[in-house]
């Protein structure tokens, strides 16, 4: 399979919202903070796998790994939930991830201590 798009991957899970609307909470930025929770649930169940399983199974087993990479498919579908509850689109995502990552790039890592020193 092709690598997806942010876009395509965004119109994929909202496509998957709109076929079970009628049983999930609606898209608006009073639910976004839902979405970011169950984000926050499906990273627990990829913790659980590095520490129940450990990193030697996840990268030798493959059905480990299979299930390590299914729950990261779900923090990430519900990181876009969470996104589109507050209307982020793939074109406003993008741009401010290349800003955070150019920044990134040129920071020093004592600077980025010294943000958090009292």
């Known amino acids: 399979m092709a690598e997806?798009?942010?876009?395509?991957?965004?119109q994929r899970q909202a496509a998957l919202y709109?076929?079970?609307?009628?049983d999930w909470d609606p898209r608006d930025p009073e639910h976004g903070?839902?979405?970011?929770?169950w984000m926050v649930d499906e990273l627990g169940?990829?913790?659980a796998i590095i520490k129940k399983?450990?990193?030697?199974?996840?990268?030798?087993?493959?059905?480990?790994?299979?299930?390590?990479?299914?729950?990261?498919?779900?923090?990430f579908m519900y990181f876009l939930d969470m996104l589109q509850c507050y209307g982020i689109?793939?074109?406003?995502?993008t741009t401010a991830f290349d800003k955070k990552w150019h920044r990134?790039?040129?920071?020093?890592?004592e600077e980025n201590n010294a943000?958090?020193?009292d």
């Not at 903070?33 to 929770?37: E, G, P, R, V």
């Open 33 to 37: 903070k839902d979405s970011l929770l």
């Open 115 to 117: 943000m958090y020193e």
């Open 104 to 109: 990134n790039m040129n920071r020093t890592w």
């Open 89 to 93: 689109g793939a074109e406003e995502f």
């Open 4 to 10: 997806l798009s942010i876009s395509e991957l965004m």
């Open 53 to 75: 399983k450990g990193p030697d199974a996840i990268m030798e087993d493959a059905h480990v790994r299979a299930h390590y990479v299914e729950e990261c498919s779900d923090v």
């Open 18 to 22: 709109e076929k079970h609307r009628q």
């Open 45 to 47: 169940e990829v913790i």
